[in-house]
């Protein structure tokens, strides 16, 4: 498989590691969005976008891919305000995109438990959730997407919750998220339900950032072949 990177900082040079231990190819390595100027795409055979880059780059980027029929990994987060715009022209133009806000499969694993745990939790009085995720200093967006993802779990799903908040605390109708940025962290997401009794806790925390390379890797092996929008749940049934 060839692929392409759009951006090449801490994720695009995992996703190298990972792609070319797999027998993949790099073809392009794009740091910048200016950079796709000068993609001569004639010379390259068939390859997969996988694109961790910033979220103002997203549109255009986007666009170009799915106009020249280049399936798109994402692993970009904080633009999915525009989602609805990036996933009607990929179904225009008859193309392939797979988006997560996480791609490791420990993390998969804990959305599954996410939704799981709220659903019990919300049978039960006297409990409270609340969130906390920690990421390196070099991250800009927050709460990070895959928060955001575990939030809207919870709220869908437990009792008269309608959003999320970074304040804290949260009031009775929203959840309550911690967001905190410190050195080099990878990446720790935490669920908890407390009452006046105890304490319920789902935690994941990435050692490094091996798994959401070989994740991101792992759908776009998925995604060849294919034309419309996967996520990880369309991964993971493949995978188990």
């Known amino acids: 498989m060839n692929i392409i990177l759009s951006g090449y900082g801490r994720m695009g040079h995992e996703v190298e590691k990972v792609a070319q231990l797999r027998g993949h190819h790099i073809v392009a390595r794009l740091d910048k969005k200016s950079d796709w100027n000068n993609l001569e795409l004639n010379n390259l055979k068939k390859p997969v976008v996988i694109d961790f880059s910033l979220p103002d780059a997203v549109r ?16 970009t987060t904080g633009w999915l305000e525009k989602w609805d715009e990036v996933v009607g022209e990929c179904a225009s133009n008859g193309g392939a995109f ?12 804990l959305f599954y ?14 409990y409270t959730p609340k969130m906390k995720e920690i990421h390196h200093i070099h991250k800009l967006d927050a709460p990070s997407g895959t928060a955001i993802t575990l939030a809207n779990q919870v709220i869908s799903r437990f009792g008269n919750l309608k959003s999320w908040t970074l304040e804290q605390p949260g009031e009775n109708e929203t959840l309550s998220i911690e967001s905190i940025r410190e050195g080099e962290v990878p990446g720790t997401h935490e669920v908890t339900y407390e009452s006046q009794e105890d304490i319920i806790s789902l935690v994941h925390e990435a050692k490094n950032r091996q798994g959401f390379a070989l994740g991101a890797v792992l759908a776009a092996e998925f995604l060849t072949g294919k034309s419309g929008v996967y996520s990880m749940k369309d991964l993971m049934q493949d995978l188990i």
């Open 98 to 109: 797979f988006y997560a806000s996480n791609f490791s499969v420990g993390v998969n694993i």
């Open 113 to 126: 438990l996410n939704e799981q745990l709220a659903l019990i939790m919300s049978k039960v009085s006297g």
């Open 60 to 75: 255009e980027v986007y666009s170009y891919c799915f106009i020249h029929q280049l399936p798109v990994i994402s692993g």
